[in-house]
């Protein structure tokens, strides 16, 4: 589904990304780790088209098709989709009139007419149930004042409406207790299938507990030094980053 | 393509007024200049009785010996006043019976502006009484509102029909002399819209009139009187579109509002004159005053949509006579490219109790300047007044300014007065955040100019409001892709 070949990418010029390989097939879950500053975010970022970051070398695929000339709003049409570290806040636009003009982009985009009401109704509603959302906090405005459970929650809704085809959660873990942490991870194990896949990154081992990966990516300076299957994220645990920052680049 | 702040101000400088055309209609135009004579001219051609035209006289008297003013931070070449045209007014102008009389012409020319008429009469509870270059053409719902004993007419038809009450209250509010716009207005306006609503009747439909400028060179001057009586309410809509033109057009209204005891008056304007192209040439400069008395136990809300001319001065205000009184001013203030505004409002507690509430909303983009200068003034004999404030400010770019002017002034220690402003910018974060969703820039800017103008939308009756967000995502959006 995603095949990342070689990604080198900067930010005024300085480069963070230093050649990442990283292929995703549909139905699989993978977790990249790695210590403060080794370009976790920066990469969820440019897979999603985040124009700040300029792509020096290398390509980002999905289902074959070269991602460069793609913008974001693009991708998203095209089913990836990006739950922010740090969601931002839209005064006044409530998280449902929010949810409903996405949604109905995409299917512009698509060539799809709106969502009837009664239908956007229906799938808010279940949806809501799924990830425990009181219907209350579906007409606060996106973001503003919300707890960063809260702030998480709303990240988790929105995917579980749009349905994506790639779903990168950027440390979704931070911020949260235990209990939002279990209904978070719920959501998405819920969203699930074999059509789907889910990039899980993130700082700490906890998260995989909730949602298991098949694969699990050391990203340190720029490159993946690591990979491995589910008991990496807990050997990671035990001796922390250090003792990798000196491996050679795994092919 | 996504966003940048770069692009998006490029995007915004592209945007080039939607309704810039011109109908060609004969006009009836009077010869440039502006004296005595020109004066009593506009009177004797309206036809207007003895005592309308000493009016004008004795406005035109003070006006000749009034500045423009210039406290208002706004930069603009001074017009002429001798190089405008003072009067112009449709050629063929019967009362139609149907809208089929109606010149063709014209008809096309509201189709354009999205303002069918067929539409708005079919839409409930709207009349429209439509104002094109100063004379009043087409006048519906006129029977079922005679039927309540409310008059809506055409201020020219009310100075011959009404004349008592068009005496009692014209320059009441506003005086002649109030302001060098005002006299000027005073002295030659050429027509405008008339309400009166009788003690206890609720107007049972949204009273609607919309102007257009549509002849070269050509001032408008509307005037505008709404007389509520004793316990009576009535909801009034004023919008706006006006063509392209490249001469600056001139623009001084006056609007009059009379709230008496127990009365209510909203009044809803959406503004859209033409603001100028991108750099800065043209646009209509928009010099008005708007100004409501409330009687005891009265209450008049100001709502205002403003998105267009070049140069805009504008503060509707709320004289807090009666104890007890309420008044309210909502704004949305846009400003593109060169655009300037200085808009606010003025409350002025005189009675007891009275109390008065301010949402300003300003957004900035392009090279633009939108200042908020309002006053809240509390007489010594004003016990208990009560004033909220809150003036927002949205900034897109970096060349663009927002400005806060607020006044306050309290002779009574009882006054209970709050003010809160905030000013934001839309960021490069949020907008990527709606690319992720999906969303493409011109719509994110669009949900987010609405997301923080909404306690203002929220105020306009429903089929205005509609317009309104339409306006605000036209007058900000580039022409994405």
């Keep these: 589904m995603l095949k990342i070949e070689n990604l080198h990418a900067s930010v005024e010029d300085k480069e963070i990304l230093k050649g990442i390989n990283l292929e995703v097939n549909a139905g699989e879950v993978h977790a990249i780790m790695g210590p403060n500053g080794s370009g976790k975010s920066t990469l969820s970022a440019v897979i999603a088209g985040k124009e700040e970051f300029e792509v020096t070398e290398g390509s980002i695929k999905l289902d074959g098709e070269d991602l460069e000339d793609v913008s974001a709003e693009e991708r998203a049409h095209k089913g990836i989709f990006l739950s922010f570290q740090y969601p931002v806040e839209i005064p006044g636009v409530s998280v449902t009139n929010f949810i409903k003009t996405a949604i109905n982009e995409s299917r512009k985009a698509r060539g799809l007419e709106d969502m009837p009401a009664n239908k956007m109704l229906k799938l808010i509603r279940e949806k809501s149930e799924l990830l425990d959302i009181d219907r209350k906090f579906l007409s606060r405005s996106l973001n503003e004042g919300f707890s960063g459970g809260e702030k998480k929650r709303n990240e988790i809704f929105q995917m579980a409406m749009l349905e994506p085809k790639l779903a990168i959660l950027d440390e979704t873990d931070s911020g949260l207790d235990i209990d939002a942490l279990r209904i978070v991870a719920n959501g998405v194990n819920k969203l699930k299938s074999k059509d789907n896949a889910v990039i899980v990154i993130t700082h700490y081992q906890r998260l995989l507990e909730y949602i298991v990966p098949d694969f699990v990516h050391v990203l340190h300076n720029g490159k993946i030094v690591k990979s491995g299957g589910k008991e990496l994220a807990i050997e990671l645990e035990e001796k922390g980053y250090d003792w990798l920052k000196n491996e050679a680049v795994v092919e | ?481």
């Excluded at chain 2, 003013?69 to 603009?76: G, L, R, T």
């Excluded at chain 2, 005496?167 to 027509?191: C, E, H, Q, R, T």
């Design chain 2, 1 to 481: 393509m996504a966003y940048t702040e770069e692009e998006l101000k490029k995007e915004l400088e592209t945007k080039e007024y939607e309704y810039g055309f011109y109908t060609d209609i004969e006009s009836d135009t009077m010869p440039v200049g502006l004296n005595e004579d020109v004066v009593i001219a506009i009177s004797k051609k309206k036809g207007e009785p003895e005592w309308m035209t000493l009016w004008r006289l004795e406005a035109f008297k003070y006006w000749k010996e009034m500045e423009e003013p210039e406290w208002a931070n706004v930069k603009y070449e001074k017009p002429d006043f001798q190089a405008i045209s003072y009067y112009s007014a449709p050629n063929k102008k019967p009362k139609y019976d149907s809208l089929d009389e109606v010149d063709p012409e014209l008809l096309d020319t509201f189709k354009k502006l999205g303002i069918s008429i067929d539409e708005q009469k079919k839409l409930a509870g709207v009349a429209v009484d439509i104002v094109m270059d100063s004379v009043s053409v087409a006048t519906t719902f006129k029977k079922t509102l005679a039927e309540k004993g409310i008059i809506f007419c055409s201020i020219s038809e009310a100075i011959k029909e009404h004349p008592e009450l068009v005496k009692k209250y014209i320059g009441s509010v506003v005086p002649k002399k109030d302001n060098f716009y005002a006299a000027l207005n005073s002295a030659v306006f050429s027509d405008g819209s008339f309400c009166y609503i009788p003690k206890g009747v609720r107007c049972p439909m949204e009273l609607s009139t919309y102007f257009r400028i549509n002849q070269a060179g050509t001032g408008q001057f509307e005037r505008t009187l709404v007389i509520a009586d004793e316990g009576s309410y009535v909801s009034y809509l004023e919008g706006c579109t006006a063509p392209s033109r490249d001469e600056n057009q001139l623009h001084a209204a006056v609007v009059e509002l009379i709230a008496l005891d127990g009365a209510e008056i909203k009044y809803s304007t959406v503004q859209n004159w033409f603001p100028g192209d991108k750099e800065g040439r043209g646009g209509v400069y928009n010099f008005v005053t708007k100004r409501g008395l409330c009687e005891k136990n009265a209450k008049i809300s100001w709502t205002q949509v403003e998105t267009g001319s070049a140069v805009t001065w504008k503060y509707p205000s709320c004289v807090l006579k009666g104890d007890n009184s309420i008044g309210e001013f909502y704004s949305i203030a846009v400003t593109n490219n060169h655009q300037q505004a200085d808009t606010g409002t003025k409350m002025i507690h005189l009675g007891k109790n009275t109390r008065s509430t301010i949402i300003s909303k300003g957004i900035s983009a392009g090279k633009s300047q939108n200042s908020y200068r309002g006053l809240v003034q509390v007489n010594s004999r004003a016990e208990n007044a009560r004033n909220f404030s809150q003036c927002d400010s949205l900034l897109m770019g970096n060349e663009c300014g927002a400005h806060t002017f607020p006044y306050i002034e309290a002779k009574n220690k009882t006054a209970q007065i709050e003010h809160e402003a905030t000013t934001s910018k839309i960021g490069e974060d949020q907008i990527f955040y709606c690319n992720q969703r999906g969303i493409d820039t011109e719509k994110a800017i669009a949900l987010i100019v609405n997301g923080f103008s909404k306690e203002v939308l929220n105020k306009l009756p429903m089929e205005f409001a509609v317009e309104a967000q339409k306006l605000l995502e036209i007058s900000l959006e580039g022409s994405v892709g």
